[in-house]
Nanobody, 116 residues
Framework: QVQVVESGGGLVQPGGSLRLSCAASGFTFSRYNMKWYRQAPGKERGLVAVITSGGSTYYADSVKGRFTISRDNAKNTMYLQMNNLEPEDTAVYFC??????????WGQGTQVTVSS
């Protein structure tokens, strides 16, 4: 049974930090490209960051220099370290597992709210 579970969201003040986790099971995690998406109220879901199965990373311009994506294949877990958070980062953050020849998997999301 496939499971993708995000955690670590919450309420933080502008300039603060959070670390999101995405715990996966039921598929070969190390072979998947892992991605973070986010969706703010009234907006479409957008790509935040990617870490490939080989460890290469990509960031949306809006988070470059503030967010860091990483993965621990031994723990089947992906992370998103978010620093210097801004109110514009407020959104539900989703974990996605992507493979070119297999089904993609999504988590249920975790809420991040940046507000004073």
């Amino acid at each position: 049974q496939v499971q993708v579970v995000e955690s670590g969201g919450g309420l933080v003040q502008p300039g603060g930090s959070l670390r999101l986790s995405c715990a996966a099971s039921g598929f070969t995690f190390s072979r998947y490209n892992m991605k973070w998406y986010r969706q703010a109220p009234g907006k479409e879901r957008g790509l935040v960051a990617v870490i490939t199965s080989g460890g290469s990373t990509y960031y949306a311009d809006s988070v470059k220099g503030r967010f860091t994506i990483s993965r621990d294949n031994a723990k089947n877990t992906m992370y998103l370290q978010m620093n210097n958070l801004e109110p514009e980062d407020t959104a539900v953050y989703f974990c996605n597992a992507a493979h070119p020849a297999r089904p993609n998997y999504w988590g249920q999301g975790t809420q991040v709210t940046v507000s004073s």
